[in-house]
């Protein structure tokens, strides 16, 4: 069914810092892959802690009417968790890019949970990694867009400037649009 919620947290170790600059260098990655799943981001209100302990929480509209959460908070564990609903009562739910749950009106109906301990320690086929080279390969040869493209980019630009300026304002900040069908589709080799 339709996306309707989106929640995604994420912490990683090893920083205290309260202005918010440690969310692009690794916070970039849950930005690509939230308008990825669910589509562009219209709106997006962030707030942040006080003191010396940083996380940034934030709610998103998104354009198709779907609304989102995330939370990030560093220094902590690295850890990361994703949930995402539809309208019709399906959710899936990944922790920390390795077990993915299927869930029906709230029952589990399905379930992936590999043998390996943690997301960076296992092979790029594992990870994903060989296959999104082989589409990307494939797409340059039949002079198709990737699904990863320039306009893609764009939007997580501007869904983290909108982060930005709302962590100033303490408002919530309107995403700047982008156009994927005015990108160029690259030639084939």
């Known amino acids: 069914g339709k996306p309707t919620f989106l929640q995604v947290r994420r912490s990683k170790g090893g920083r205290t810092d309260t202005t918010g600059d440690w969310l692009w260098p690794w916070g970039c990655h849950v930005t690509d892959l939230v308008h990825f799943m669910f589509g562009p981001v219209e ?3 962030a707030i ?25 908070v560093s220094p902590g564990p690295n850890w990361e968790y994703v949930l995402a609903v539809g309208e019709t009562m ?38 994903g990694f060989v296959g999104e080279l082989q589409a990307f390969a494939q797409c340059i040869r039949e002079g198709k867009q ?35 069908a005015s990108l160029p589709v690259p030639a084939g080799l």
């Open 43 to 45: 709106r997006a209100q």
């Open 48 to 72: 942040k802690t006080r003191g010396d302990f940083g996380a940034i929480g934030l709610n998103l509209n998104f354009v198709n009417g779907a609304a989102g959460q995330l939370a990030y």
């Open 90 to 127: 399906e959710a899936v739910q990944v922790d920390n890019s390795i077990n993915m749950t299927h869930y029906h009106g709230g029952s589990p109906v399905g379930a992936h949970h590999p043998s390996f301990v943690a997301g960076y320690v296992h092979s790029g086929v594992e990870m």
């Open 146 to 180: 990737p699904l990863s493209n320039i306009a893609e980019a764009t939007h997580t630009m501007a869904l983290h400037e909108a982060f930005m300026r709302s962590l100033d304002t303490g408002k919530a900040e309107q995403v700047e649009r982008f156009d994927a």
